[in-house]
């Protein structure tokens, strides 16, 4: 895969790019992203398959200090589903094992659609637009719905997989997601403003690296993704720094985590425990 | 609505509120938006008090199948194209929200809003630097220019 990086000199122009190589460099380059973005929608699924956590082995078989942490993983987690690379897998990987993990337990289940289905209100009191809002809203309900409405446990799994794997459905989910991380980071801004690097305010934020689709998560989302749910997550770190063992961080600090996250720069996949 | 796409929906809710409770000084031309759903013709009156004052503009918004996930193409059509740094004479507009910060939670009310305030918060009337160059080369889709946002104070 091919990463491209636009020229310093791109920087330094007034307000679109200035030379004629320039020009013709902005659409070859939209065109090599959009091929790669192509390459990746046909290869990685949105949501995979549930595979067992040492087929890990075979991405590093060339390199030592991997293979030893991937060992390490399997100590505590049996498998791993794979999300695809395009900027949501936080908000999709979350949103999907965060639901599969509510099936298990059906008073948990009905109790977070009875908290989702009175959340629009909060956001429009916000000052989100209605029928913005309401889209996103009416197919996460959809969707809860449906799966909610399946009595065996497995069925219900299957579905929801099979929806997120729809993207006129798993694009709805990672929306409205992104909508109610928004919207605790503006409910709880004096809080969450700490955190927020620059004279970048807590809206400009939500704006810019919140609410886009395809923006990358950091720990700030996390934590108000959690917050906005009712829930924790565990967030295992896989990097090539040194040391046998990968690094977790319960998200916020000290919770008992519903959601198991694999992380290695730049991606989140979903871990399941032992 | 039975029968329409999720963004043809989409358009159809947006269209009706902005025709019932339109911001101050933007109307949308609904005839030739009840046509074709995915083209729209708004018009801007230039807001009192600023260097606008008095002018009349006139937006043009193309939408694909996969609005509102991809971002309108917008951009001033007819005979008066606002002089303004962010604004080229070929009626490009140069405003991250159309590209790099779009959110499916934006719409044509939020865009119109942005532009309004573009206009307003001007100082001084006069095209981009580099205006005679992009305009002779630049893609007539702005949405295929890789734009750099770099003053959000004018």
């Given at each position: 895969m091919v990463i491209v990086i636009m020229g310093?000199?791109?920087?330094?122009?007034?307000?679109a790019t200035e030379d004629v190589s320039q020009l013709n460099q902005d659409e070859l380059i939209m065109a090599q992203q959009r091929q790669i973005e192509k390459e990746i929608s046909e290869t990685i699924p949105l949501v995979g398959d549930l595979e067992n956590i040492?087929?890990?082995?075979h991405e590093y078989s060339n390199d030592d200090v991997y293979q030893e942490k991937v060992k390490n993983l399997a100590k505590k987690y049996k498998s791993i589903r794979r999300t695809r690379p395009d900027g949501n897998c936080f908000f999709r990987a979350f949103s999907f094992a965060y639901i599969e993990r509510l099936l298990d337990k059906k008073e948990d289940f009905d109790a977070f659609y009875k908290k989702t289905a009175k959340s629009k209100d909060d956001l429009v009191e916000l000052g989100f637009q209605q029928f913005t809002v309401e889209d996103f809203y009416d197919t996460y309900l959809d969707v809860l719905k449906r799966v909610g409405d399946i009595a065996e446990v497995e069925g219900a799994k299957t579905e929801l997989h099979s929806l997120f794997n729809d993207q006129g459905y798993s694009d709805y989910m990672v929306v409205y997601l992104r909508l109610l991380t928004s919207g605790q980071l503006q409910k709880e801004k004096d809080f969450y403003s700490?955190?927020?690097?620059?004279?970048?305010?807590v809206e400009d934020f939500c704006h810019q690296e919140?609410?886009?689709?395809?923006k990358e998560s950091d720990h700030i989302h996390i934590i108000a993704a959690c917050a906005a749910l009712g829930t924790g997550v565990r967030v295992v770190y896989m990097d090539?720094?040194?040391?046998?063992a990968v690094t977790e961080h319960d998200l916020p600090e000290g919770c008992v985590p519903s959601v198991h996250l694999l992380y290695r720069p730049g991606h989140y996949d979903i871990l399941y425990p032992i | 609505m039975a029968g329409m796409s999720p963004s043809e929906k989409r358009l159809q809710k947006e269209l009706m509120s902005l025709m019932k409770e339109p911001p101050p000084g933007v109307s949308v031309d609904a005839e030739i938006a009840e046509q074709n759903l995915l083209l729209w013709i708004i018009r801007m009156e230039g807001v009192s008090?600023?260097?606008?004052?008095g002018e009349q503009f006139e937006l043009q918004f193309k939408f694909s199948n996969k609005y509102p996930f991809d971002s309108p193409e917008v951009t001033f059509v007819g005979n008066n194209i606002p002089v303004h740094?962010?604004?080229?004479?070929?009626?490009h507009i140069c405003l991250s929200i159309l590209t790099d910060?779009?959110?499916?939670?934006?719409?044509v009310q939020s865009v119109c809003l942005s532009i309004v305030s573009m206009l307003s918060s001007c100082k001084e009337k006069k095209r981009p630097p580099d205006n005679a160059f992009y305009v002779k080369t630049c893609?007539?889709?702005?949405?295929k220019t890789k734009w750099w946002y770099h003053d959000d104070s004018v």
């Open positions: 310093d000199e791109a920087k330094n122009s007034s307000t040492l087929l890990l082995e700490c955190f927020i690097e620059g004279h970048t305010t919140v609410e886009p689709m395809y090539r720094g040194t040391g046998k | 008090g600023t260097l606008y004052e740094p962010h604004v080229y004479s070929n009626g910060d779009w959110s499916p939670a934006l719409s893609n007539k889709n702005p949405k």
